[in-house]
């Protein structure tokens, strides 16, 4: 682990479920470490693989796509075609070289908050196991 | 293009915000960034004196572009979208920062939270930019309500709509309307009589012009949105003919086939023909197809109920042939009313409910007092003795970690309310074992006092366990109740004859698919989640979908009345206004590259696209009425043609590379 290494994370959580439910851990006030940051989309199933290709390009440590459980989208099956996105995602992360615990995929109901507290807080402890994202500094190297 | 220019707010939330996050370094970096002309914070934004900063720049300044850094945008986009508006912008122009869920209420280093919050205020800006003007729009509302759930707060609701000459559905899965209150005996603190108040109610329900009454009835399928809904409805069938049935009653009381009664609580049996009570509405018979002979032997055995009917209600026609009816509803809003369980306590096995005979619930015991239940409202046991004494013991089920956390709301009042029959009906000597008394209502503090004045006896403390292992001579035949007395700090043990369990209301066992159906989401207690839980009560995050009642958490009669006075004056609001408006944020189809391949028309679940013919070419035509704008299709464009307005490619890459720079 490297020592005062913090992870930078982006959340793309979805309007009706995982944004609320980090909005419900903010009205309960459940701590969890301040590297992420939530860009908010409709549906996880509006992720766009280059969304997160650029955010990684950018140099994010972890990416974080979370949204409604199967069965409660607002748009009847929103979850099944992010899990494809995702599950696409992961072939090219690893052609790139990025570890798999760089891209999280979670399902948050609105309900639990808790759990999107925990997320979070477990993500910043595998990040911060595998140090920074090396895309960045080849990236940079490249540039 | 014209120039953009943009003004920045952070709000303080009083100190919610300003305590954490550095709002004086914040609004002056908001000013550094690029197409920033104003940056400026305010106690509180949303108030009249924040938003007027708003305007006034807007015209002054000559703003184009709006960001407020303040709560979620679930609570106040909405407001600020309308001040933008007010102020002479498109309301899209505008967006929303979110650095008090998000920041300020979950991170309490005040460095890194002034930190996180410039770069979500960073992104906001960047995003902001490539915000374009968007046009909503009106789609007529279907005036028809539907109301699911026929107990106190489904009558109510359809009730203040159908008042309205409004026309309502109202589906009841049980035979009969009432709910839990038509079982109740009398309702407390007042003790008037459940029946008198709420058969009246019944009988207008049945006989209101604006009100279509499906019992024995539940909605399968809920399909479209806010002013345009399809619901499917599964109407079982009774295997009579419910036109001719003229609730007589003579098929039940010669059918010789016997089971508990659901309406009894179990404590006396109906017949496989049977009316569930007295005053249901309607007022006709149902056919327990499990239970009747002849139905099992496809005609062979009995009939007794064909050969009964005068009416010529029930035939071997409705009998073997009657199926279940799908009916197809168009609603424009729906109100959910479903209703609690009551908790099972044989799950906590030192209480010896099913046991022992004389350890009741607290419905069972509802039975016991009613002038018309199994007893004819006599409190005796099981095998007939009259009642002495009786153990009522509280908290059953409700704030135990082990089955609920939280408190159901009611027990302590309804336990007050048997101490108080028990008394007058039966003389008995009364013991309340209870952890704290929440007498809360109106009149409830006043009826606790006034039960301590009639002599009960009043023990603070956690029940341990009942048993009927006697160690004295007075505890022959009896049942101990075994508890804890944190009063007189030692434990007690208490002979009675009858012991009553106040347990807890739950969320109904099916909670989670109706759930489902009606796309609304749970706590984790599992009853339905409210959209705000004090300033949106009865709306759910599916607009036009509303909630009322036990379903959303455990509550009392003039609380769950309340509640769907609510709903209703929710859906009448709505039904006044007669249009909904749509969301601008859908797809939309660039036809220039547009190839017209059709992978947006495969993915969508509500058909949306569809590929026609457009000057000899092949393009992708999105239907704005079905377009719900989820973005699944600009996922799959393979040539970007597909952009959803307001969550464009631009827009949230704008976003994410913002959130990179840092």
């Known amino acids: 682990m490297m020592a005062g290494f913090e992870p930078q994370i982006i959340a793309f959580c979805c309007n009706w479920c995982t944004y609320a439910a980090a909005d419900l851990a903010g009205t309960s006030r459940m701590h969890y470490p301040p590297n992420v940051r939530i860009v908010r989309v409709m549906c996880s199933g509006m992720v766009d693989p280059i969304y997160v290709l650029k955010a990684f390009e950018g140099g994010v440590d972890g990416i974080l796509v979370a949204g409604c459980h199967l069965t409660d989208c607002h748009y009847i099956d929103g979850p099944v075609k992010c899990d494809e996105t995702v599950n696409k995602l992961r072939e090219v992360l690893h052609v790139l070289g990025l570890e798999d615990k760089r891209l999280r995929r979670e399902m948050v109901a609105a309900s639990e908050g808790v759990l999107f507290a925990q997320v979070i807080n477990e993500m910043v402890e595998d990040l911060k196991k595998l140090g920074p994202s090396p895309f960045k500094a080849k990236t940079e190297a490249l540039a | 293009m014209e120039e953009i220019r943009t003004g920045v707010y952070i709000c303080h939330c009083g100190l919610t915000i300003a305590g954490v996050v550095n709002v004086e370094e914040l609004t002056e970096y908001a000013e550094s960034l690029p197409n920033v002309v104003v940056s400026r914070e305010y106690r509180y934004m949303c108030s009249d004196p924040g938003q007027d900063l708003i305007k006034k720049d807007i015209k002054e300044l000559g703003l184009n572009r709006v960001v407020v850094a303040s709560c979620s945008p679930r609570m106040h986009e909405p407001t600020f979208r309308k001040t933008v508006e007010d102020g002479g912008l498109n309301p899209y122009l505008y967006e929303h920062a979110n650095i008090r869920e998000h920041c300020s209420w979950v991170h309490d280093d005040k460095e890194l939270a002034t930190k996180k919050s410039k770069d979500l205020v960073r992104a906001a800006v960047k995003r902001v930019f490539h915000h374009e003007s968007l046009v909503t729009r009106e789609i007529p509302l279907n005036p028809n309500v539907l109301v699911i759930g026929g107990g106190i707060a489904g009558m109510q609701a359809a009730l203040d709509i159908a008042d309205g000459h409004n026309k309502v559905y109202l589906v009841e899965r049980d035979p009969s309307i009432g709910g839990h209150m038509a079982q109740l005996d009398r309702t407390f603190p007042t003790l008037d009589c459940s029946e008198c108040i709420l058969t009246p109610k019944m009988g207008d329900v049945g006989h209101h012009p604006f009100i279509?009454?499906?019992?024995?009835?539940?909605?399968?399928?809920?399909?479209?949105?806010?002013?345009?809904?399809?619901v499917k409805v599964r109407k079982k069938a009774r295997h009579i003919d419910e036109s001719k049935c003229i609730g007589c009653n003579l098929c039940e009381e010669k059918c010789p086939w016997k089971t508990d009664s659901e309406?009894?609580?179990?404590?006396?049996?109906?017949?496989?023909?049977?009316?569930?009570?007295?005053?249901?509405?309607?007022n006709i018979a149902v056919v327990d197809a499990d239970l009747c002979a002849y139905i099992q032997s496809d005609g062979k055995k009995c009939g007794a109920c064909i050969k009964l009917c005068d009416a010529g209600a029930i035939t071997p026609e409705t009998l073997l042939k009657q199926t279940d009816e799908i009916v197809e509803l168009e609603v424009g809003t729906i109100i959910v009313a479903t209703g609690y369980d009551q908790f099972d306590p044989s799950v906590i096995p030192q209480y010896g409910y099913k046991k022992y005979d004389n350890v009741l619930t607290g419905l069972e015991f509802e039975r016991i007092t009613c002038a018309a239940g199994p007893t004819?409202?006599?409190?005796?046991?099981?095998?007939?003795?009259?009642v002495e004494s009786i153990g009522i013991v509280h908290c059953v089920g409700s704030r135990d970690e082990n089955y609920h956390e939280y408190c159901s709301r009611v027990c302590c009042m309804y336990?007050?309310?048997?101490?108080?029959?028990?008394?007058?009906?039966?003389?008995?000597?009364?013991?309340?074992?209870?952890?704290?008394?929440?007498?809360?209502?109106?009149?409830?503090?006043?009826?606790?006092?006034?039960?301590?004045?009639e002599g009960v006896n009043f023990v603070r403390g956690k029940v341990a366990r009942i048993t009927d292992e006697a160690q004295t001579d007075e505890e022959q035949g009896k049942l101990i109740v075994v508890s804890e007395d944190t009063l007189l700090g030692k434990m007690i043990r208490v002979p009675v004859d009858m012991v009553i369990l106040c347990s807890a209301l739950e969320a109904r066992s099916d909670a989670e698919n109706v759930g489902k159906v009606f796309n609304i989401n749970r706590r984790a207690d599992g009853f339905f989640l409210e959209r705000h839980v004090k300033l949106d009560p009865v709306a759910t995050p599916t607009d036009g979908v509303y909630i009322a009642g036990c379903c959303e958490a455990p509550r009392d009669i003039p609380d769950t009345v309340a509640q769907a006075e609510a709903a209703a004056g929710k859906a009448l609001s709505l039904i006044s206004k007669g249009t909904v408006t749509l969301e601008a944020a859908i797809s939309?189809?660039?036809?220039?590259?547009?190839?017209?391949?059709?992978?947006?028309?495969?993915?969508?679940?509500?058909?949306?696209?569809?590929?026609?013919?457009?000057?000899?070419?092949?393009?992708?035509?999105?239907?704005?009425?079905?377009?719900?704008?989820?973005?699944?299709?600009?996922?799959?464009?393979?040539?970007?043609?597909?952009?959803?307005?307001?969550?464009?490619?631009?827009?949230?890459?704008?976003?994410?590379?913002?959130?990179?720079?840092?």
């Open chain 2, 212 to 230: 279509e009454l499906l019992t024995y009835s539940e909605v399968e399928e809920v399909s479209g949105s806010i002013g345009d809904f399809k």
């Open chain 2, 263 to 282: 309406f009894e609580a179990g404590m006396a049996k109906r017949k496989a023909v049977y009316i569930p009570f007295a005053q249901a509405i309607p």
């Open chain 2, 376 to 386: 004819e409202g006599k409190i005796v046991t099981k095998d007939g003795r009259p």
């Open chain 2, 415 to 453: 336990g007050l309310k048997y101490a108080h029959l028990s008394k007058e009906m039966a003389n008995a000597d009364v013991y309340e074992f209870y952890i704290d008394m929440r007498c809360f209502g109106e009149g409830y503090e006043e009826f606790y006092k006034r039960l301590s004045e």
């Open chain 2, 588 to 662: 939309t189809v660039d036809e220039a590259i547009c190839h017209g391949c059709g992978r947006c028309e495969e993915i969508c679940a509500f058909s949306a696209p569809n590929v026609v013919t457009k000057n000899g070419t092949l393009v992708s035509s999105v239907n704005e009425a079905l377009c719900k704008g989820c973005g699944s299709c600009a996922v799959v464009c393979p040539t970007g043609a597909i952009a959803i307005k307001h969550f464009t490619q631009d827009e949230i890459l704008a976003q994410v590379s913002a959130l990179t720079e840092a």
